[in-house]
């Protein structure tokens, strides 16, 4: 005869999937903010009267832990939770690099 009780017994629970958090990918257009990037995000959508496609952007700011992003990378970011009164994205990693320019030109 066991002395455990109903309340006593334990059950394995399976943690619920974290639903995936929104990514978007665009182009670094400010590195001047320490461990902060603003990112462009392009895209059409087409004119619901005309159909012409209509260029329209986004201007997220996002954190970058390392300072590794500079102008006109190619960069994918993450929703996460609001880290200032505008930053709500993270770097997640960097696509593609913009070509460096040489310093010491006279």
């Known amino acids: 005869m066991t002395s455990e009780t109903p309340s006593q017994t334990t ?10 958090r929104p990514t ?3 182009v670094v257009t400010s590195s001047a903010r320490d461990k902060t990037i603003k990112v462009t995000v392009s895209y ?4 619901p009267k005309y159909g012409k496609y209509i ?3 986004t201007v997220l700011h996002a954190h970058d832990e390392q300072n590794e992003c500079h102008n ?12 200032s009164k505008t930053k709500c994205w993270r770097l997640v990693k960097v696509l593609q ?3 460096r320019e ?5």
């Open 55 to 57: 260029r329209r952007r």
């Open 11 to 20: 059950v394995a629970v399976e943690p619920q999937a974290r639903r995936t």
């Open 97 to 99: 690099q913009a070509p």
């Open 24 to 26: 978007r990918v665009g």
């Open 72 to 83: 006109g990378d190619l960069v994918e970011v993450m929703h996460c939770r609001p880290l």
């Open 44 to 47: 059409q959508v087409r004119h």
């Open 102 to 106: 040489r310093g010491g030109g006279a």
